[in-house]
């Protein structure tokens, strides 16, 4: 899928681990896990805005559309 979730990074550059993140959106940490692994196949909008306010970002900071010149997706 040419759409690449950057959750793991800004959770990085906010230094929030994982369990801190699920408390303060009030998700389980596998749905979290899930999403931060790229493995999710949708994402709510109630859920991007509780990891945005969380996080202090944007969804583009979040979300990401990588498409190489062959139509093949890249990372």
Known sequence: MPIIV?????MAKRK?????LSE??????S???ILKT???KAIRFSTLDAICKA????????LEYVID???A???
Request: charged share 30%; glycine share 8%.
């Open 24 to 29: 303060r959106v009030d998700l389980t940490l």
């Open 55 to 62: 996080l202090d970002c944007q969804p583009g900071d979040l």
């Open 69 to 71: 010149k062959k139509g």
């Open 6 to 10: 950057n959750l793991d990074v800004m």
């Open 31 to 33: 749905n979290l896990s």
């Open 38 to 40: 790229g493995k999710a």
């Open 73 to 75: 997706t890249t990372r």
């Open 16 to 20: 929030v681990s994982l369990n801190e």
